[in-house]
């Protein structure tokens, strides 16, 4: 999350315990906040929906969660800038397409589709794919769990973004034994975000698993630029007694070159200072890698 700048992880068949999610809001509580709905029968080894949040780049407080269906389908309400809602519904779909048409109806039925609440994004893995195209072989997928999961989306008002901006492209992000390739987990938007959602990709995770990671930068056009940041110094290297080392013989060569070159003309001191200030970033870098 840190190396790839991800703000909201959406994650799938989790297995998570309320035993292991806790450990992990233990030791990463710094910088991460995870929020996880379990199957209740089997937390460990069926199901689960997770969001993670990068505490760093997001509003973790005052947010709002709540399950739909345990361990298949949770929705989360965050702050974005200027207060404006995000509301994001993760799910996991079954695998057995004749369980798909009671899921998706299930889903909309329920008080958040009865409500007609808003939603931003529906995303996740749908076990499923509404477009030939988003199979190799090219194929229809069931009718009935297809026609499901599209009144759903029309209830919900959302589409699938990145077929729209890619009507004739292809991206796989699963691959099964049978030598087929499908585009089962996808991002569903609100009409209102198109021009919000760029950079689409899918890439490996750092986790191994069967699916390809999709990602996708959110950015409304009312939002302010924000850059890479300026590096700051590791707390944790301030007292590594090898780099103090590096970092006091770096200085004193700097300070002799300062001191013996007090001639006017091409020698400049505020060049060697900020060749100072490049070369102990260098050495902070490396030995925080090691």
Request: net charge neutral; proline share 5%; hydrophobic share 30%.
């Amino acid at each position: 999350m840190r190396e790839k700048k991800i703000g909201i992880l959406c994650l799938q068949e989790t297995h998570l315990t309320e035993e292991h999610e806790n450990q992990i809001n233990t030791l990463y509580s710094r910088r991460l906040r995870v929020i996880n709905s379990k199957d209740r029968e089997r937390p460990g080894s069926s199901a689960g929906v997770a969001f993670v949040l990068n505490k760093e780049l997001t509003n973790t407080e005052n947010i709002e969660f709540k399950e739909i269906i345990p361990g298949r389908a949770l929705i989360l309400k965050t702050r974005w800038h200027n207060n404006e809602e995000l509301t994001i519904l993760n799910i996991y779909a079954p695998n057995n397409p004749a369980e798909h048409y009671n899921f998706w109806t299930t889903i909309k039925d329920s008080e958040m589709g009865r409500n007609n609440q808003q939603i931003d994004l529906l995303l996740g893995d749908f076990n499923l794919t509404e477009d030939p195209l988003d199979r190799a072989p090219a194929r229809m997928d069931n009718e009935a769990a297809t026609d499901a999961l599209r009144d759903l989306r029309e209830t919900l008002n959302v589409h699938d973004s990145w077929r729209k901006t890619h009507p004739t492209s292809r991206l796989f992000t699963f691959y099964s034994n049978a030598n087929s390739y499908s585009r089962l987990d996808r991002i569903y938007s609100s009409p209102s975000h198109d021009n919000s959602l760029y950079d689409w990709s899918a890439c490996t995770s750092a986790i191994p698993t069967d699916h390809h990671m999709i990602l996708v930068r959110y950015a409304p056009p009312n939002m302010p630029h924000i850059g890479k940041g300026r590096w700051s110094w590791p707390l944790g290297l301030v007292n590594d007694e090898k780099l103090l080392d590096k970092m006091s013989k770096i200085g004193q060569m700097t300070q002799r070159k300062i001191e013996t070159n007090q001639q006017p003309g091409g020698f400049n001191p505020q060049s060697e200072w900020e060749d100072f200030k490049i070369k102990i970033r260098q050495e902070a870098k490396k030995t925080s890698k090691e």
